[in-house]
């Protein structure tokens, strides 16, 4: 028996990859009566003789749009220019990578284009001290594109930003042999982009980095109000000394977190997102 993880799944084969190669598999036949899919990303047992899956190991976690299980690491890319820098849209994708208990790293791309070099440092050291690595890239910075290389390592990563921002760009400049379709390939061949592709999964730098980005949708239909707070990492941090268990830090008095924001060690802005977004959930209106 061999174990390994599936980089690709194609109309019923999946290909695994083991330690020395890659077999292409079928899933075993009880799958279908127990409902077991088994996705790309997935930690697998099977049979290198018959070429069969034998067992699905547990997820760490799994995304819909594109399917793909087991990622550790979002790499969030926003543009300083064009599409404009939007905090608010940074701390949306921050939130729900951070609610699949997926490590997010900022990459703020574009920066040979920016007018204003402060704007984004102010941005750098508020994502920073709240905790996060932020990654400054253009395409001609070797630096960044090292720095962003080791981030691979020993973990499976999924880019995730709007379009437009880059994250084919900034692929196809750390793995060339991944040609990824970028804006301008794909209006020199006269069609747009978003032609639906399967997800599969590429070893670089000793981890695995998934072809297709995460977190198309934006909506925060999995996260409840309670677990708001955990998505953000310096809110995190001083939740335990406010005074109520439970606390929102939204009216509730004694707040350590809004005494915080007013001590100007958690950022005006990303509370005032955090503020944002627990109104919109709690506003939800529920689905039957
Ligand atoms: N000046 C500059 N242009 C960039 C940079 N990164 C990407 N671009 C350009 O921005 C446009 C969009 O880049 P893509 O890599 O296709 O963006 P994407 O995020 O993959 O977009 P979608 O596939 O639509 O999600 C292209 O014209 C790129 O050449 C950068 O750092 N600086
Ligand atoms: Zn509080």
Do not use: W
Not at 51 to 56: G, N, P, S
Not at 170 to 186: K, M, V, Y
Not at 217 to 241: H, K, N, Q
């Amino acid at each position: 028996m061999g174990s390994g993880i599936i980089i690709q799944s194609l109309s019923g084969f999946y290909d695994v990859m083991a330690e020395e190669e890659t077999y292409r598999c079928k899933g075993r036949g009880v799958f279908r009566n127990k409902k077991i899919t088994p996705l790309v990303g997935d930690m697998v047992e099977f049979d290198p003789e018959e070429k069969v899956i034998l067992t699905v190991k547990e997820r760490s976690n799994e995304l819909v749009r594109p399917p793909v299980a087991n990622i550790d690491q979002a790499i969030v890319v926003i543009s300083a220019v064009e599409p404009v820098f939007n905090s608010r849209l940074l701390d949306r994708f921050l939130v729900l990578v951070e609610s699949k208990r997926i490590d997010p790293v900022i990459v703020i791309s574009k920066q040979d284009q920016i007018l204003s070099a402060d704007e984004i440092s102010g941005y750098r050291n508020m994502y920073e001290k709240a905790g996060y690595t932020v990654i400054l890239s253009e395409p001609e910075s070797l630096e960044a594109m090292q720095q962003v290389k080791e981030l691979f390592k020993d973990r499976t990563t999924v880019i995730a930003g709007q379009s437009g921002v880059g994250k084919s760009t900034l692929l196809n400049a750390i793995l060339p042999s991944l040609s990824l379709e970028t804006a301008e390939i794909s209006k020199s061949l006269g069609r747009g982009k978003h032609t639906t592709r399967h997800v599969e999964l590429f070893s670089i730098n000793g981890g695995l980095v998934a072809d297709t980005p995460g977190f198309s949708s934006l909506e925060f239909d999995d996260v409840t109000s309670e677990a708001l707070g955990e998505c953000f990492p310096e809110i995190r941090e001083y939740d335990p000394e406010c005074k109520f268990r439970g606390c929102l830090h939204d009216k509730e008095p004694k707040c350590a977190v809004k005494k915080a924001v007013e001590e100007e060690e958690i950022g005006r802005e990303r509370y005032d997102h955090y503020i944002e977004f627990l109104h919109e959930i709690q506003n939800r209106k529920p689905r039957y």
